[in-house]
Nanobody
Framework: EVQLVESGGGLVQPGGSLRLSCATSGFTFSNYAMSWVRQAPGKGLDWVSSINSGGGSTSYADSVKGRFTISRDNAENTLYLQMNSLKPEDTAVYYC???????WGPGYDYWGQGTQVTVSS
C-alpha cells in the first residue's frame, strides 16, 4: 500500500522558517518524481514545487522561488520542503504528491493527507 505522510507544519511568524517532510512507503521512492502542492483556505490547489526521481532537477512556482527548496533523500524514502522567509500568503495545507513517472508529468497518482502551515504574527 502506497503511503505518503507529511509532517513539520505549524504556526510560524512572518519571516520565519519551517521544514516539511513527507515520509513514503509502499513503492520504490527513487523511481518517481514528487511534488509539493498547497491549498490556502477557501482556494483551489496550488502547485509549489517538483523534483525528479534522482533529485537533480527541480522546479518552483514563481511565488516561492528563492524562498523554498525542495529536496529528497532516496535512501530514507523521504521528500522535504525547506521554507524560508515565510509570508502570511504561504498559509495553507501542504500536500506531497507522487507522479507515476520518473519525471514530472500531467498528474499525480497518490497524495498525502496534508500538513497545516500557518504564517501569522
Amino acid at each position: 500500500e502506497v503511503q505518503l505522510v507529511e509532517s513539520g507544519g505549524g504556526l510560524v511568524q512572518p519571516g520565519g522558517s519551517l521544514r516539511l517532510s513527507c515520509a513514503t512507503s509502499g513503492f520504490t521512492f527513487s523511481n518517481y518524481a514528487m511534488s509539493w502542492v498547497r491549498q490556502a483556505p477557501g482556494k483551489g490547489l496550488d502547485w509549489v514545487s517538483s523534483i525528479n526521481s534522482g533529485g537533480g532537477s527541480t522546479s518552483y512556482a514563481d511565488s516561492v522561488k528563492g524562498r523554498f527548496t525542495i529536496s529528497r533523500d532516496n535512501a530514507e524514502n523521504t521528500l522535504y520542503l525547506q521554507m524560508n522567509s515565510l509570508k502570511p500568503e504561504d498559509t495553507a495545507v501542504y500536500y506531497c504528491a507522487k507522479y507515476p513517472t520518473p519525471g514530472w508529468g500531467p498528474g499525480y497518482d497518490y497524495w498525502g493527507q496534508g500538513t497545516q502551515v500557518t504564517v501569522s504574527s
